[in-house]
T-cell receptor, first 114, second 114 residues
Framework: GDSVTQMEGPVTLSEEAFLTINCTYT??????LFWYVQYPGEGLQLLLK?????DKGSNKGFEATYRKETTSFHLEKGSVQVSDSAVYFC?????????????FGQGTILTVHP | NAGVTQTPKFRVLKTGQSMTLLCAQD?????MYWYRQDPGMGLRLIHY???????AKGEVPDGYNVSRLKKQNFLLGLESAAPSQTSVYFC?????????????FGPGTRLTVT
């Protein structure tokens, strides 16, 4: 079945540092890929997405590129802020899914210090 | 436009008690989902619905029942709560899934079963 593996966390960075959170996946067909963010005490919000190979999703300074050859969708940001502290989830909807089930990674806790 | 709302926000139950979690959305979405979030495991799909009057099992349906009597509401029931059901529950909704179709999440319900 479909699966998503994220890098182990938590990740602690200083403000303005470079961020990478690794995400790899296994899926049937041609999945759509997502990064969701969960701020403390809130639900999940879509951060960015990509629907086909080589697409780059971007939002709020975050980027991720759909790499079919390496089955990866790594999240990057050039300069993190304290307000980026949150839990980040990589997720996919498999190409063989008819009802839109999201398969999530385990989540990565990011803490940014001033 | 409230998006996806969930009630209650917090609940403590004793083993064997029952309760119903309510999810409501005002976006006229056809599809609705219930997920549970456990530490280190991401979110897992409990049940889902592709339209009013229809429901189906997800990956972890045991111990839960659902109903979708109105398009805007999706109820999750626990008939006899167990400590293993201590979790954070999220509801989500979306239009019929197409390429990269986003799911919108509620703020969550934190349930503790003692």
């Amino acid at each position: 079945g479909d699966s998503v593996t994220q890098m182990e966390g938590p990740v602690t960075l200083s403000e303005e540092a470079f961020l990478t959170i690794n995400c790899t996946y296994t899926a049937t067909g041609y999945p759509s890929l997502f990064w969701y963010v969960q701020y403390p005490g809130e639900g999940l919000q879509l951060l960015l997405k990509a629907t086909k190979a080589d697409d780059k999703g971007s939002n709020k300074g975050f980027e991720a590129t759909y790499r079919k050859e390496t089955t990866s969708f790594h999240l990057e940001k050039g300069s993190v802020q304290v307000s980026d502290s949150a839990v980040y989830f990589c997720a996919l909807i498999g190409g063989g899914t008819s009802y839109g089930k999201l398969t999530f990674g385990q989540g990565t806790i990011l803490t940014v210090h001033p | 436009n409230a998006g996806v709302t969930q009630t209650p926000k917090f609940r403590v139950l004793k083993t064997g008690q029952s309760m119903t979690l309510l999810c409501a959305q005002d976006m006229n979405h056809e599809y609705m989902y219930w997920y549970r979030q456990d530490p280190g495991m991401g979110l897992r799909l409990i049940h889902y619905s592709v339209g009013e009057g229809t429901t189906a099992k997800g990956e972890v349906p045991d111990g839960y029942n659902v109903s979708r009597l109105k398009k805007q509401n999706f109820l999750l029931g626990l008939e006899s709560a167990a400590p293993s059901q201590t979790s954070v529950y999220f509801c989500a909704s979306s239009y019929p899934p197409g390429q990269g179709r986003e799911q919108y999440f509620g703020p969550g319900t934190r349930l503790t079963v003692t």
